[in-house]
């Protein structure tokens, strides 16, 4: 069974909803035959590579709140976090562009390296004092290096504007095909949808209810056609 999961580095609940998601597949009695795939889905595709503000100010200015309001929308934000054993900077974090953050996962994909990305990009986001935002490139090849990656590859990838660019838009475009207007947003065999960081008890639900859907396979015919197998082959009888 296949999960993708449609997610922004910069969404605070896709951090969040990873986590609950992990914690129902880690219990679900079919874990290693789920795959899951991470698929690329920008909150704020329009902001420019190079415009990065506090996200205190970012939220004011795009909801209309004050930033008391903004500050304690944060605050609660790291008391959920906490609950699923993640940190949480909850003030003096950045906000920015994260489409190079896409194109380096759809990279980190193609070297098996994908999972141990995204949960490093989250945690260097969320957690860490260092930004992911306005540091450049180098911040984001160190930490590709981290999850397994070749340096030298990532900043080849980070330079050329175009590698994975097709990759991240056909994300986004299949998001909008599925009505993903949000994120985090789970697909489970293209089947059954689940929006946003629900609960754990959840995610189990989904899990054992696509599992449990799945069709067997129909032969279309089962007779008398030649065929291999562990036995060897079969011989035509005159």
């Known amino acids: 069974m296949r999960v993708e999961i449609w997610s922004d580095i910069a969404c605070p609940w896709c951090y969040v909803g990873k986590a609950r ?24 595709p329009g902001r420019a590579k190079g415009d990065v503000q506090p996200v205190l100010a970012m939220l004011t ?40 953050m896409h194109r380096l996962l759809h990279f980190a994909k193609e070297h098996g390296r994908q999972d141990e990305l995204i949960q490093i990009l989250y945690r260097a986001n969320f957690a860490e004092e260092r930004s992911v935002f306005s540091e450049g490139d180098e911040r984001l090849v160190e930490l590709a290096a981290e999850a397994g ?9 980070l330079g050329d504007p175009a590698r994975y660019a097709d990759e991240v838009r056909a994300d986004e475009r299949e ?23 629900q609960p754990a ?14 069709s067997p396979l129909k032969l279309i015919d089962d007779g008398g056609a030649q065929a291999c197998g562990p036995d060897g082959c079969a011989v035509p009888q005159q």
């Open 21 to 44: 998601f992990e914690k129902a597949l880690e219990a679900f009695p079919h874990r290693d035959q789920v795959e899951v795939v991470h698929r690329s889905f920008e909150l704020d």
């Open 61 to 100: 200015k795009k909801y209309g709140m004050s930033e008391a309001q903004a500050q304690s929308g944060e605050e609660n934000l790291g008391a959920q976090a906490a609950a699923e054993g993640l940190d949480y900077r909850t003030r003096d974090r950045d906000h920015g562009n994260t489409f190079d």
């Open 149 to 157: 990656l070749d340096a030298e590859a990532a900043r080849e990838v």
């Open 175 to 197: 998001a909008a095909q599925l009505g993903a207007n949000g994120v985090p947003f789970f697909v489970l065999d293209r089947a059954y949808g689940v929006s946003g960081a």
């Open 201 to 214: 008890e959840v995610f189990t639900q989904a899990l054992t209810q696509a599992w449990g859907a799945r």
